[in-house]
């Protein structure tokens, strides 16, 4: 089945594992890891991760799998962890990555349709 993504390559503020939620860095085309719900979440890295100051490709819409940071109910909508997972949004605060396809337990790869918010 195709799936088109929206994919753009930045450069990593620190070590990025794959699928992992990310934030905007300081830097020019430069992303870090997410490490709060409240963070404007931007995409998910592709399950090709990155060491400080490589280059990560990151999903910016579409259909894409982010490591789950929790149990995950399948219609949830999704924010980050402290380790850049995803997890269901509990507060009005958090900021949203997405929709959960598939219900997940934590450390699963949870198929995700990116709706940023």
């Known amino acids: 089945m195709r799936n088109d993504c929206l994919i753009k390559s930045f450069y990593a ?3 990025l594992a ?4 990310v934030t905007f860095a300081a ?4 992303v870090k890891q997410a490490t ?15 060491e400080t100051n490589g280059r990560v490709d990151v999903i910016f819409s579409g259909i894409t799998e982010a490591t789950a940071g929790g149990t995950i109910a399948k219609g949830a909508v999704l924010t980050s962890d402290a380790n850049a997972d995803a997890i269901t949004a509990t507060q ?7 929709i ?12 995700i349709l990116i709706a940023q918010g």
């Open 100 to 111: 959960a396809l598939e219900d997940a337990a934590a450390g699963d790869h949870v198929s």
């Open 18 to 21: 794959g699928r992992k939620l």
């Open 92 to 98: 009005a605060s958090d900021r949203v990555i997405g």
């Open 27 to 30: 830097g020019k085309l430069t």
């Open 13 to 15: 503020e620190g070590d």
């Open 36 to 50: 709060a719900a409240d963070q404007a979440l931007i995409g998910v890295t592709t399950q090709i991760g990155t």
